[in-house]
């Protein structure tokens, strides 16, 4: 699919494999949540532009590359989003990070906010929604919506799973939001779950259910 974008390396596949399987820990799932962002987010900033600077080493002068441009702010959804951001926030402590709660209605599907924070500057920067999983998008849509009536200009997506519903839904609507995940799976039940998926992140993220 056009503008979507599967990150199938090795040590990716390896961790989605295990943090699919329903015996695992919730500190296990918090875990490889937190690797699988780190490692995600090395594929997302792949193109981030560099610029020539000079720097001394113990031994000589030399001109050698830093990240140019646009400054990066994470946004993660609330609640998964959290942990799958702390990964990337590993890699690129000095993002800044924005926050958006919102939930499906359990009947409608569609989104409730109950919580939006960013920094002011949001039309600056390279926006990066991260949602663990992308099923019908409502929320996705949802929280890009938010950003762009906040002057994001840029924007990302990142996810751990997602159902071709879902990615058809977000790019038919914002077709300039560019998508990276590690899976795409079958499709969605009726009640609006991931099939085979992995079940509610924010449940077994946190062991609410």
Sequence with gaps: ?????????????????????????????????????????????????????????????????????????????????????????????????????????PHSFAAVEYFFKAPSDLGERLAIVVTPVLATANTAVAAVDRLKERGAKDIRLACLIAAPEGLERIRGLHPDVHIWTTAIDEGLDEHGYILPGLGDAGDRAYGTR
């Design 1 to 105: 699919m056009e503008g979507v974008a599967i990150v199938d390396h090795p040590l990716v596949q390896h961790k989605l494999t295990l943090i699919r399987d329903k015996s695992i820990s919730t500190k296990s799932f918090r875990e490889l949540l937190k690797e699988i962002g780190m490692l995600v987010c090395y594929e997302v900033t792949r193109d981030l532009p560099l610029a020539e600077t000079e720097v001394e080493t113990p031994l000589a002068k030399m001109h050698s590359a830093k990240i140019a441009g646009k400054k990066l702010v994470f946004v993660p959804v609330i609640r998964a989003g959290v942990t799958f951001v702390d990964g990337m926030m590993d890699l690129v402590p000095t993002a800044r990070v924005a926050h958006i709660g919102l939930y499906r209605d």
